[in-house]
Each structure stands twice: as C-alpha cells, then as structure tokens.
C-alpha cells in the first residue's frame, strides 16, 4: 500500500509561482510512474504532468514551459513547480502513483493523495 500526501498549495496572485511536493509512504519496493493532476470545479480531472522513475517527462499543453516536475527516487517524493500562474490554473491538485512494486513482488496502480488547493486571483 502507498499513502500519498501533498503539500504546497495555497493563493497566489496571477503571474506568481508556488511549489507542491508529495510524498509517499508505506511498505513498497519502488513507484514507476509519479504526477499531478488537476481538477477545477464542473470539470474532469485532468493529467498536468508526469515523471517515470527513469526521468522521463510529459506535460499537458497548457502547462508546458511554465510547471516543471521533478522527482528524487530516494526519498520517494514529487514536486511541482509552477511558475507564471494563471487563474485558469486554479484548481484542487491531486499527487498520483502508479506501478508500484511491493517487496514481495506484487504489483499494483491507482494511487490518489488526498489534494491540495491552488488559487490564483486575477
């Protein structure tokens, strides 16, 4: 089992920056895949950007050159920096871990942090 919890969110003002990190916790041998997603109200949760355990990256379009992931194995944790911040990116951010590895070599998917808010005011 993988617990994650998030950290970092907050009000912003258009144009600022803010840092959300995740951490994971729990009986694993390793995590695969890491993100972050998004969801604003009335809409679906969308992805926002994703880290492989080998460093490999994907952003959604609309945060590409302004939020960049990172990722430290060591500490089994995620980070999101956002830079240049639009209201359109408010929104409740969500920490994911998928293919995770169990030291007894079971392998599973689909794990959710609880969500930190992001504001930004025009």
């Known amino acids: 089992q993988v617990r994650l919890v998030e950290s970092g969110g907050g009000l912003v003002q258009a144009g600022g920056s803010l840092r959300l990190s995740c951490a994971a916790s729990?009986?694993?041998?390793?995590?695969?895949?890491m993100g972050w997603y998004r969801q604003a109200p009335g809409k679906q949760r969308e992805l926002v950007a994703g880290?492989?355990?080998?460093?490999?990256?994907n952003y959604a379009d609309s945060v590409k050159g302004r939020f960049t992931i990172s990722r430290d194995n060591s500490k089994n944790t995620v980070g999101l920096q956002m830079n240049s911040l639009k209201p359109e990116d408010t929104a409740v951010y969500y920490c994911?871990?998928?293919?995770?590895?169990?030291?007894?070599?079971?392998?599973?998917?689909?794990?959710w942090g609880q969500g930190t808010q992001v504001t930004v005011s025009s």
């Open positions: 994911n871990a998928n293919g995770v590895w169990s030291y007894s070599g079971s392998y599973s998917t689909g794990y």
């Open positions: 880290i492989t355990r080998g460093g490999s990256t």
């Open positions: 729990g009986s694993f041998s390793s995590i695969n895949d």
